[in-house]
């Protein structure tokens, strides 16, 4: 089955060709970093005007690259939630317009339930079930993958996401945007031992996260610092913030792995490119015997080749869409329809 895959989530129009949910014949990718990069973070309006410009391209790019015509194409699969809702809106409304135009079905998909998906692409032997770990710029949580379209979370952030943290520290360093890449590099070789970081605990759920007293505190740091008229040493700083939130990640992670009893652990979303700590799941996890699924960088951001993969499985248990469809900013991926 070949699916034609768009993902406008944020700040990446993306479009992909998908076949079966596992063999990606293209992803094309329009970032927009080089637009946003002067403001420090995404701006939205300009994030959807971009969108729009770029998306009927792209696609036609996709074909050309994959020698494709619109006539092969099975379905078409689509981002219609979480995340910016005017760039969500861009690819939902594309998608529905090329999937009646070409009288093909229409097949939404989670954001995050895409993210779980790129570890198909990048190990074509992965199946159900095994437990994921989601760190992305929005979204921490621990989802126990019991089937391709049945999933609990177990555990999940109570406030900032870590990718959020790592750009917002990151900015107070003043560094390029995207922030969390320029700060895991500035983090290589740092002291990690030099600025102490609290270690938040939580009442209630021991799978829970918390990183906004993490972030805080940091940016704290990084203010009376410099008002003293003291320098930071910003490798030292980076590594122990990187350090701390680590910390917070992986005994969590191994407590779910024990609580459900999975012996395969995949990792998703942008922070999953964190050196850090993809360096610490494997140590832990080569420890314990148990397999652990990291997807290349290239399928840790926002593409639309996951969504291809994942797009297949909704296709199969029958995850539909007409021409309602609409596109949400907020929504759970758990345990429901979509």
């Known amino acids: 089955m070949l699916i034609l895959s768009i993902e406008s989530?944020?700040?990446?129009?993306?479009?992909?060709l998908v076949r079966d949910g596992r063999e990606v014949l293209t992803d094309?990718?329009?970032?927009?970093?080089?637009?946003?990069r002067i403001y420090g973070g995404v701006v939205p309006e300009i994030a959807s005007r971009k969108h729009i410009e770029a998306i009927y391209g792209l696609a036609e790019q996709a074909l050309s690259e994959a020698k494709i015509t619109r006539s092969e194409i099975d379905a078409l699969a689509v981002t219609y939630a979480p995340g910016l809702i005017g760039a969500l809106l861009v690819g939902v409304n594309f998608a529905k317009a090329a999937a009646l135009a070409l009288d093909k079905p229409l097949i939404p998909v989670h954001h995050i339930r895409g993210h779980i998906a790129a570890n198909y692409i990048a190990y074509p032997d992965l199946k159900p079930p095994f437990l994921c770990l989601v760190v992305s710029g929005g979204h921490t949580m621990l989802v126990d993958v019991k089937d391709y379209c049945e999933m609990d979370i177990l555990g999940g952030t109570r406030d900032d996401a870590a990718?959020?943290?790592?750009?917002?520290?990151?900015?107070?360093?003043?560094?390029?945007?995207p922030g969390g890449a320029a700060l895991d590099k500035a983090a290589r070789g740092g002291d990690e031992t030099r600025y102490p970081m609290p270690h938040p605990k939580?009442?209630?759920?021991?799978?829970?996260m918390s990183f906004s007293g993490l972030k805080t505190a940091a940016v704290n740091l990084i203010h009376n610092t410099r008002q003293k008229g003291e320098e930071i040493n910003i490798p030292d700083l980076c590594a122990s913030f990187s350090a701390s939130v680590?910390?917070?990640?992986?005994?969590?992670?191994?407590?779910?792995?024990?609580?459900?009893?999975?012996?395969?652990?995949?990792?998703?979303?942008g922070v999953a490119a964190n050196s850090r700590i993809r360096g610490d799941l494997t140590r832990e996890c080569e420890k314990r015997g148990v397999r652990l699924c990291l997807p290349p960088l290239s399928l840790c951001g926002d593409n639309a080749a996951m969504i291809g993969a994942?797009?297949?499985?909704?296709?199969?248990?029958?995850?539909?869409?007409?021409?309602?469809?609409?596109?949400?900013?907020?929504?759970?991926?758990?345990?429901e329809k979509l």
């Open 202 to 208: 939580l009442s209630g759920n021991p799978l829970d």
């Open 9 to 16: 989530s944020c700040d990446e129009t993306a479009v992909a």
């Open 246 to 269: 680590s910390a917070m990640l992986i005994p969590r992670t191994i407590a779910a792995l024990k609580q459900t009893g999975r012996t395969t652990l995949a990792v998703a979303g």
């Open 28 to 36: 094309c990718i329009a970032s927009q970093v080089p637009l946003h």
């Open 163 to 177: 990718g959020e943290c790592f750009d917002k520290v990151a900015r107070m360093l003043d560094m390029p945007y």
């Open 310 to 335: 994942q797009g297949y499985y909704e296709y199969l248990a029958g995850n539909l869409a007409d021409q309602t469809l609409n596109a949400y900013a907020t929504k759970s991926m758990e345990g």
